[in-house]
């Protein structure tokens, strides 16, 4: 009888681990993935026509592509996903002329 009742145990415990491991009770960690400049909208918001390169550059760091041809055009681009969801896309556009900042669009 002892036998029979660790048997059906086994099987119990091993069905369950079965149901366990198929996602159908645990979801499995899912890394959160952010690449790029983090741009926060206080910092976005500080930006004005005219400010010179360096003062953006203090604000918001060195900007994720430059145009090795033209020196005048800075993009800053950020993506950030959480636990595999949807993935957020952030890009903020400068223009320069000289030193001298022209226009910032957020696309």
Request: charge should be neutral; glycine fraction near 6%; charged fraction near 20%.
């Amino acid at each position: 009888m002892q036998k029979k009742l660790l048997k059906l145990l086994c099987v119990l415990l091993i069905a369950l681990n079965c149901t366990i491991l198929s996602g159908c009770l645990i979801k499995p960690y899912q890394v959160d993935v952010q690449q790029g400049n983090i741009l926060k909208q206080d910092d976005v918001n500080q930006i004005k026509p005219g400010m010179s390169k360096n003062e953006v550059e203090s604000i918001l760091g060195e900007p994720m592509l430059r145009n090795s041809f033209d020196s005048d055009n800075w993009t800053y681009v950020y993506t950030n996903q959480i636990n595999g969801g949807a993935i957020e896309h952030k890009c903020v556009v400068m223009h320069f002329v000289g030193n001298r900042l022209v226009s910032a669009k957020s696309e």
